[in-house]
């Protein structure tokens, strides 16, 4: 189903089994939606009860009613792309079982984060008769050869790409693409609990269950290492799908030596690895809106559709 639908990586199942082996935020329940046509599946989705929902402090901004109540969402903060691998006319079956599961389950709340406006999801909810309120942005691109990528940019962006990535060869930076198994974990999430830190998503990257999780993706994850003189100053954890390259999340030191940003380095190289992989669209997740539109991507509007129980 999940395939067919070209859903994102988030719905595959070795995400979803890993999500719940290493929960990256408090879930206090986890369900599992599938409408069958007599034998055969025509829609799955996943559910997670929770009470702290506001990781990003975004959805207590758009929904402050719904502020320290259990809520069943689909999906998780760590998923920006929320989607329901269904034809548009089994949705409304789909929202009354998660009704009467959060029911159940006591919560207060259920509903979607993170549907982009104007897609499939964002149409069957809003023939539903809910309303949508703007979370955030997530940021997109097409991709095709290097070349092509730099030269949409423009001319100061491309300059200032091509300039840091000299600078930081001649800083002694060294970048590396490596299998999950390969990666220095423990470093990495050390590096990325310290960057969240400084945006008080201090657990965005849960410790010990963050390695956890990204172990159990596999093949379905990509990590980046750069490094200079063999110390980690920026990491990122990619993530695939059939056509996109999901920089899911990242961890960056900026107190290197020399007048480069790790953090360009870092973003150009999952650029190239994206292209490598033959991916069409590089998914750039949510924030650092600047930078991201400097560079060639575009938002999406995300929404939140919660409904009260």
Known sequence: MVRDAGAPVFYRHAYVSAYEQSPLTTVDAFAYFVARAGDKPIAVMPAYLQTAVNPLRRMYEVYPEAAGEPALLSHTWHCYDAHVPATAEV?????????????????????????????????????????????????????????????????????????NERRAAESGVTVETLPVEHASLDEITLLCVKTASRFENNRYHPGPAFARFVTALGDLAHVIEVRQHGRLVAAGVCLTDTSRFHTWTCGVDYAVDGNYSPYGVLFAESVRLAIRLGKSTLEGGRGNAAFKRRHGLSPRHLDAVLHRV
């Open 91 to 163: 949705l409304p079956r789909l929202l009354d079982a998660m009704i009467r599961t959060a029911s159940m389950l006591g919560a207060r709340w259920c509903g979607f984060m993170n549907v982009q406006r104007g897609n499939d999801l964002s149409q069957a909810l809003r023939a539903a008769g809910l309303p949508a309120r703007h979370l955030t942005d997530r940021w997109a691109a097409g991709l095709s050869t290097y070349e092509h990528y730099l030269a949409g940019l423009s001319p100061r962006a491309r300059a200032n790409l091509r300039r």
